[in-house]
Nanobody
Framework: DVQLQASGGGLVQAGGSLRLSCTAS????????IGWIRQAPGKEREGVSC????????YYADSVKGRFTISRDNAKNTVYLQMNNLEPEDTAVYYC?????????????????WGQGTQVTVSS
């Protein structure tokens, strides 16, 4: 079975950091771009960041550029999202997802598989 397991969420004060992890199984991990999508209450899903399958090409939403860093370890079937200088506006459920594309993905609708979410709450 295809599985994407997100972890690492939590409660942090503004200015703090968290690192999210997404561990995959059930498919050929290094054939897929992996991304993070978030959804805040009452808002649409937003593609936050994505990393391509093999070349390490990356995408970041303007709202997180300079604060978030995505990376992947294909040997461990895991993608990480390092989130620094967190803001209350970053509060959301964060999902990881996979897309079989050559480059990276910007829009949530482009992903093939989704994992369950992990809650990130940033207090002011």
């Amino acid at each position: 079975d295809v599985q994407l397991q997100a972890s690492g969420g939590g409660l942090v004060q503004a200015g703090g950091s968290l690192r999210l992890s997404c561990t995959a199984s059930g498919f050929t991990f290094d054939d897929y771009a992996i991304g993070w999508i978030r959804q805040a209450p009452g808002k649409e899903r937003e593609g936050v960041s994505c990393i391509s399958a093999r070349q390490g090409l990356t995408y970041y939403a303007d709202s997180v550029k300079g604060r978030f860093t995505i990376s992947r370890d294909n040997a461990k079937n895991t993608v990480y999202l390092q989130m620094n200088n967190l803001e209350p506006e970053d509060t959301a459920v964060y999902y990881c997802a996979a897309a079989r594309v050559t480059g990276w993905v910007k829009y949530p609708s482009e992903y093939d598989f989704w994992g369950q979410g992990t809650q990130v709450t940033v207090s002011s």
